[in-house]
């Protein structure tokens, strides 16, 4: 074999493959689009805890090392460390896994040899810090990705209260961006809103997220699902793919089921989270006959999924539409499907979609606009295709694979 004298770059992630969740799957293909562009890659993750995957483990096992201190595995010849972390649902055990999983990637990391480079994303916000102290003891450039802006998201999800903790957050904030060697934000809304948190603006960059076009694609036949969606009934199928949590806002989607239910229209969500149980408690007691609820269901069969719905919906929390973007969003468009999306103007998902004429965008009176536009929607076959169409379009000039991970490959050789 020819020696190997290429950049290291060290990806330190909460998730990687073989867990089954969008940061996973961004990072797997920036892990790739990175080896692809003339870097060696490893990786520093966790034990598969979010959405476990059989199959997918299957493909990639895990073995252990020093008696299940940590585990190494293989993603297409990329090597990955992974440290246990547990969802426990006793508090005190997952601060607990949560500490070890950082003082074990502190460590572990200090001892990969020849490390150029460390990509991080957030959250969680502290992994920035465990990802400055290897860079700075491994002469290493540091790279923090904000994905989500913390801790604004844990305050305005009314999960902080005290002054005391959320000005020590802020701070912890504000080392870590003015101590990396670059931060990379998703779009203008985020870079707006974290610039002024800067001493040296010269270090935040934009890079969006983007899609895997050779996956997400519009499929010219229809395939078959597996038997849990049961067999076709000739109804217009509007499609929610995700996590079920405190980010979405169920209120829309509980009134316009209820006011569509004599339609012929019916609801599919499809995902896991701490909202699921309620969500499916109230399906049963207001008996919405036409929402229909099923598990996470593995990446591969997405884009079969994604085809198979006639429309998309997508609506976020008004107390947190600020501080995420949802990576489905690129799937979807990817897939040339339409889109009803619930959120407030000038937030990061209204910027994106404002201009691209490819989804009904619901800024006001939520409930009843959200009804109206996923019944106009159903009923205008060839606008549903326009709409399909025009996302489709976007993303391959814009925001494909190759695109966008040549922007970070450019960002590290800036370096």
């Known amino acids: ?55 997918e483990l299957e493909k990639q ?68 810090f465990i990802s400055f102290l290897i860079s700075k003891i491994k002469g ?12 604004d998201l844990l305050i305005n999800q009314g999960s902080l209260n005290s002054s005391l903790i959320i000005n020590l957050l802020k701070k912890f904030e504000k080392f870590i961006y003015n101590n990396s060697d670059a ?17 040296d603006s010269r270090k935040l960059h934009i890079i969006p997220n983007f899609v895997d076009t050779d996956l997400y694609m519009p499929l010219k036949t229809q395939q078959i699902l ?11 199928k509007i499609l929610y793919a995700g996590n079920i949590g405190f980010f979405q806002d169920w ?17 599919w969500i499809i995902g896991e989270g701490v909202q699921k149980e309620f969500l499916e408690k109230e399906v049963q007691d207001l008996n919405l006959t036409n929402v229909r609820i099923f598990p996470y269901q593995s990446r591969e069969l997405i884009p079969i ?60 009176d939520r409930n009843l606009n959200f009804t109206n536009s996923i019944r106009k929607l159903a009923n205008n076959k060839a606008l549903r295709e326009e709409m399909g169409i025009n996302g489709y379009n976007e993303i391959i000039k814009n925001y494909s694979k190759k695109v966008v991970v040549s922007r970070y490959a450019n960002l590290l050789n800036s370096l």
């Open 1 to 55: 074999m020819e020696p190997r004298n290429l950049k290291r770059v060290l990806i330190h992630s909460i998730v990687f493959s073989p867990d089954g969740v969008s940061t996973a799957y961004l990072y797997n293909d920036i892990a790739l689009g990175l080896v692809d562009n003339g870097f060696d890659v490893v990786v520093l993750t966790t034990t598969p805890h979010y959405n476990l995957i059989e199959s």
């Open 61 to 128: 096992p895990l073995s252990k090392k020093l008696f299940g201190l940590y585990y190494v595995s293989y993603f297409n010849g990329i090597r990955v460390y992974h440290i246990p972390l547990k969802k426990y649902k006793s508090t005190s055990k997952r601060i607990i896994s949560f500490v070890y999983w950082h003082l074990a990637s502190l460590i572990l990391g200090l001892t990969l040899k020849k490390i150029n480079f460390i990509l991080s994303p957030s959250p969680p916000l502290s992994i920035g």
């Open 140 to 151: 290493a450039k540091a790279i923090y990705n904000v994905q989500e802006i913390y801790p």
């Open 183 to 199: 931060v990379v934000t998703i779009d203008n809304v985020f870079y707006s809103t974290i610039l002024p948190r800067f001493r």
């Open 226 to 236: 597996p038997s849990i969606f049961g067999e076709k009934n000739g109804k217009i």
């Open 251 to 267: 209120g829309p989607v509980l009134f316009a089921a209820k006011e569509l239910l004599d339609e012929n229209i019916e609801f």
């Open 305 to 364: 999924i994604n085809n198979y719905a006639d429309i998309h919906f997508i609506a976020i929390n008004q107390q947190m539409e600020q501080e995420g973007f949802p990576s489905k969003v690129y799937t979807i468009m990817a897939c040339a499907k339409p889109l009803v999306v619930v959120t407030g103007e000038k937030t990061p998902l209204f910027n994106f979609l404002k201009g691209n004429n490819c989804a009904e965008i619901v800024t006001s």
